[in-house]
């Protein structure tokens, strides 16, 4: 989104063919500008979370698990950091980048990423971004019970991490607050 209308979009492949994305899902990704709807970037890697932010885009290029700064006239990717974990969910308060990391399923939908090559390494969680530095400063990590993160947002003007938990087929059932309301 940008000034309120939709700007940016990501897709796994340039193709209207059922599944057609998995036959080169390492470099098929695109970054499509909605406006002109022609395609901004190629050549990505399971893109996710297109997001514009100080006048400035930026894309999780997911399969590497980057954050990566899109330059607007010439589509061009510049990673700003590179994260342990399937990048997915960005979300920005201030200065700040937030995105959401993943283990990796074992399923052909995953095999053969690059990031694969660091499965031992990767993490479910939250990785905190200073955008000035470009430098992760903080990292939430899930060690048990979940291990993907779809999406992730910022509430302003809340002090306190919450977290809502859920399974496949089942309402939320679960809201974790960091750190817990005893300690504030």
């Not at 990566?68 to 061009?76: A, I, N, P, Y």
């Not at 399937?86 to 990796?104: D, E, K, P």
């Not at 992760?136 to 910022?154: H, Y």
């Not at 938990?165 to 960091?178: A, D, F, M, P």
Request: aromatic share 8%; hydrophobic share 35%; net charge neutral.
């Amino acid at each position: 989104m940008e000034q309120g209308r939709p700007r940016y979009v990501t897709v796994l492949a340039a193709t209207d063919t059922a599944a057609g994305w998995r036959a080169d899902k390492a470099k098929s990704g695109c970054l499509i500008d909605v406006q002109s709807g022609e395609f901004l970037s190629r050549g990505l890697c399971m893109p996710h979370s297109p997001r514009v932010h100080q006048q400035q885009l930026y894309v999780l290029n997911s399969g590497h698990g980057h954050l990566s700064h899109v330059d607007r006239r010439t589509g061009q990717l510049t990673p700003v950091e590179q994260m342990p974990g399937y990048t997915r969910g960005l979300a920005f308060h201030g200065q700040f980048a937030f995105v959401g990391l993943s283990r990796i399923r074992e399923t052909n939908v995953f095999g053969g990423l690059p990031i694969g090559e660091r499965r031992e390494e990767l993490c479910c969680g939250i990785a905190v971004i200073d955008m000035t530095s470009g430098r992760t400063v903080a990292t939430f990590r899930f060690l048990s019970g979940v291990e993907e993160i779809f999406a992730v947002d910022v509430v302003p003007g809340f002090m306190n991490l919450a977290i809502g938990g859920s399974t496949k087929g089942e309402q939320q059932n679960e809201i974790w607050v960091v750190p817990p309301q005893s300690r504030l």
